[in-house]
């Protein structure tokens, strides 16, 4: 039995397995879609073998914060956009975010080892999802972060997991949990916009002042400045540095009038308390990752041939 394009990609829509399996299974099947479905499902591991070499640096950022207050993020990638879209593909990375907060593994091998929360263990829902959907999945990527008593957790997801971040707080004196929240989906959403890369001026490293006060220093100079005064605008430079990369020091987005620290003590005045930023995590979907290009007509048209 003959078969088109459009089969394929009706059996793509159908599975979410790739289109070079779907037209393999098609052509096995002679265009039986139900024992093109069963061949598919009989591939298995050595379909996810296949697929582990293939660039995987699509796919989502997911962050969870449980009932006790403890959070977890994960970066899972695919190769394609498309299949980060796909329902099957975003439950998976839902479910090991879930597994990576209840087991809080040291490592991503650990992580891989831990129990799956519909059976098995994440490494053997991988593969599933390998074979069912049909592209390369890893989980690239996770971090734990523990809730508490005084400790407040809070994510927020941009673009549908293009970014996502985790902000904790520590407080005393407060106990408004939706404000709190509140201020912490505030200073996520500030993260996840102006990409800060450090919580604040003591985090950053001793080395990175030091090259950056001699880079400005020698801009100064250049600029004519006598060395006593440039030593002075340099000082001044080095703040604004601050105010660019630390996240506290940042004009907060939604009034950038002030600070974030000038907002969060603001908050806490307000509220009767202290608050204080205690950490936060910014995972980008893909960063540092070589992607892959590619023509989706063209490989339908290669595919067909």
């Keep these: 039995m003959a078969f088109t394009a459009k089969d394929v990609m009706r059996l793509r829509e159908m599975t979410g397995v790739g289109m070079m399996d779907c037209k393999k299974a098609l052509t096995d099947s002679d265009g039986d879609f139900d024992r093109a479905i ?14 582990a070499n293939r660039i995987a640096a699509e796919g989502i950022v997911y962050a969870y914060v449980a009932e006790n207050g403890d959070a977890a993020m994960v970066e899972v990638n695919s190769e394609t956009d498309f299949v980060a879209r796909n329902p099957e593909f975003q439950a998976f990375v ?10 809080k593994p040291a ?27 049909g592209e390369n999945i890893q989980v690239r990527r996770f971090v734990t972060i523990p809730g508490g008593e005084g400790i407040l957790n809070d994510s927020y997801i941009h673009m549908g997991g293009k970014i996502g971040v985790i902000v904790t707080l520590k407080t005393e004196g407060i106990n408004d949990k939706a404000a709190l929240t509140e201020l912490a989906h505030d200073i996520a959403l500030q993260a ?12 950053v490293p001793a080395e990175t002042v030091a090259k950056e006060k001699e880079i400005l220093m020698a801009q100064t100079m250049e600029e004519g400045k006598p060395e006593n005064v440039a030593a002075r605008i340099v000082e001044g430079r080095i703040k604004k540095f601050y105010q660019e990369n630390c996240l506290i020091e940042q004009a907060f987005v939604k009034e950038n009038k002030i600070s974030v620290k000038q907002h969060v003590a603001n908050v806490a005045k307000e509220l009767g308390g202290s608050i204080e930023v205690a950490s936060f995590v910014r995972f980008e979907k893909g960063e540092g990752l070589a992607k892959r290009e590619e023509n989706f007509a063209e490989e339908i048209a290669k595919l067909m041939k």
Excluded at 94 to 103: I, L
Excluded at 114 to 128: F, S
Excluded at 192 to 203: D, F, G, H, R, V
């Design 38 to 51: 069963e061949i598919l499902r009989e591939k298995g591991l050595a379909a996810a073998a296949k697929k």
């Design 94 to 103: 839902e479910n090991v975010a879930k597994a990576a907060n209840a087991a």
């Design 107 to 133: 490592d991503v091998e650990a992580l891989s080892a831990c129990a799956y929360p519909d059976g098995g263990t994440v490494e053997d829902a991988r593969k599933d999802k390998v074979l069912t959907i």
């Design 192 to 203: 996840a916009a102006m990409n800060p890369q450090w919580l604040n001026p003591e985090a």
